[in-house]
């Protein structure tokens, strides 16, 4: 079974702060890596996907892969109350794709 | 990505077809479920018309992809333990492109 780990959280953080997330996952295979935000009762929304080592930046957010750790992580920069949600990481599995349970992450003004 | 009905209770054995369509013209779409400590879940996904297969909890659920729009998810016999958050999605051609997830269906057997 192809696994994708994440830290359930809470994670709570102050406004403007950096929120760091993370994930790890089993399939030395896998070759797309996303993060999608989820609010409370809605669907999925993409934030970052990332397919290569190394950081990709969006914004406030940047994207962090090391495929040798099979590690992705998700920096938010400017943290704003409206960053309140589960983040969800999701890991390519050859035509699946494999969730994390998410972090919660709350952002206090 | 559209998905009826929003919410749905059913009694156990009470046959139900959950509908999703999308008109992006998507060759790949998919149904996850989602629960509580669980997270989100494949069930069935397609690469495109006439090809299914399995996801990781297919267990009584059925599927079929007559057309390129649409792709049902079918309960012939719902048992208590479907109830559950069913979302669609649906991505330009598989799971290496962004996945555009449905408002969802919460579904209860009981």
């Known amino acids: 079974q192809k696994e994708v780990e994440q830290n359930s959280g809470p994670l709570s953080v102050p406004e403007g702060a950096i929120a760091s997330l993370n994930c790890t996952y089993s399939?030395?295979?896998?070759?797309?890596f996303f993060w999608y935000r989820q609010y409370s009762g809605k669907s999925p929304e993409l934030i970052m996907s990332?397919?290569?080592?190394g950081d990709k930046e969006d914004g406030r957010f940047t994207a962090q892969l090391n495929k040798a750790s099979q590690y992705v992580s998700l920096l938010i920069r400017d943290s704003q109350p409206s960053d309140s949600a589960t983040y969800l990481c999701?890991?390519?599995?050859?035509?699946?794709?494999?969730f994390g349970g998410g972090t919660r992450l709350m952002v206090k003004p | 990505v559209t998905q009826t009905p929003k919410f749905q209770v059913l009694k156990t054995g009470q046959s139900m077809t959950l509908q999703c369509a999308q008109d992006?013209?998507?060759?790949?779409m998919s149904w996850y479920r989602q629960d509580p400590g669980l997270g989100l879940r494949q069930i069935y996904y397609?690469?495109?018309?006439?090809?299914?297969d399995k996801g990781d909890v297919p267990e009584g659920y059925k599927v079929s992809r007559k057309e390129k729009r649409n792709f049902p998810l079918i309960l012939e016999s719902p048992s208590p333990n479907q109830t559950s958050l069913y979302f669609c999605?649906?991505?330009?051609?598989?799971?290496?492109?962004?996945?555009?997830f449905g408002p969802g269906t919460r579904l209860t057997v009981t």
């Open positions: 999701a890991v390519d599995a050859g035509n699946m794709l494999t």
């Open positions: 397609s690469m495109n018309v006439e090809v299914t």
């Open positions: 399939d030395r295979g896998s070759q797309s």
């Open positions: 990332i397919y290569s080592n």
């Open positions: 999605a649906s991505s330009y051609q598989g799971t290496a492109y962004e996945q555009y």
């Open positions: 992006m013209n998507h060759e790949y």
